[in-house]
DNA sequence: ACTCGATCTTTCCGTTGACAAGATAGCACC
DNA sequence: GGTGCTATCTTGTCAACGGAAAGATCGAGT
């Protein structure tokens, strides 16, 4: 065991997400983090600053996938939604942070970077930008619900699947 | 000043709705609010036995109030979605809350109750199960986005109105 | 007047986030 | 190969918090 971690960053931004995604972000305990990470109680101050440093990093880095899956889905809103749907259904302790502007530090460079990039992903999906806003509500909305249990059902893109494809073509 | 509060449950579920929506639910301090309502840190304990017990009544009260706003708003899908929006920006702190497991009792059975009441207004609005998974998600989406600052404009209402217009009516 | 249950206080404990000050390691530079 | 420099991590400390225990106070019903 030295007397460095190698890449504590790293160590703590995965335990961080793993630890929201299992026990919510009130739960989250940097002591228990830097206890998994086999360092002191202080180390992860030394990178994050402090606790919503830690999940500010979570969130730009939540951003960031999303921001790729989303580019990698494919021009349609459709695909764009279910690619939604998956990103939240695949990094639930991101997505838990990415939007709760109570627990992140808001105008830290990176993470409005890369909620940037992300918004620019959505952005270009439509030049309608009421239809990019309803999009990204049902998605969002549905993701949501579904990560609050709200909603039942085994695969979360197979539950999406029908709703936004229902929402697409309207006749709500 | 009486030994007594009077209503130190009521005033502790108002307090606790209001400090949630000003700073989120990660800052709220039981010992604060009990400082406000001027009683001693251990007094609300007794009415709600810990933290998520606090968190509980206050999201019952909101699927109260939202199954109440639901059942006001009329019939069709469109004045639900506004109506739930509307909800949402008129009690952020009970929002919040509401769709957060985390931080709530899941099984207390008022909230159950009160939770049940709320979904069967909304499912009472259509036969159409797909249909009214998509109009819930298009107006929980529109209405997390919002509070989290997300989406830009003045009034929450009016800002979803042709959103959810626009998903009813279809043709993203 | 008396009892009894509900409400609230006082006191205590373990945990947490944050801060300060110092130790250690690796690395450039000479 | 030594010397300073900086990033990284540790130790020690503090106030605040949530929760539990035990007792005080009130008020409603008899």
Known sequence: MSYHHGDLRRAMIDAAAAAVA??????????????????????PAHHFGDKAGVLTAVAAEGFTLLADALATAGGDLLAAGLAYVRFAAAHPGH???????????????????????????????????????????????FA?????????????AAAAEPVLRRAVAGGL
Chains 1, 2 share one sequence.
């Open 95 to 141: 997505f838990a942070v990415m939007f709760d502007p109570g627990l992140v530090h808001g105008d830290d460079p990176v993470l409005a970077a890369a909620r940037d990039r992300a918004g620019d992903a959505l952005a270009g999906l439509t030049s309608d930008a009421v239809a990019a806003r309803a999009a990204w509500s049902v998605a969002h909305g």
């Open 22 to 43: 299992e026990r919510g972000p009130a739960a989250l305990s940097l002591r228990e983090l830097a206890r998994l990470a086999g360092v002191s109680h202080a180390a």
């Open 144 to 156: 949501s619900l579904w990560l609050s249990g709200a909603l039942t059902g085994t695969d979360a």
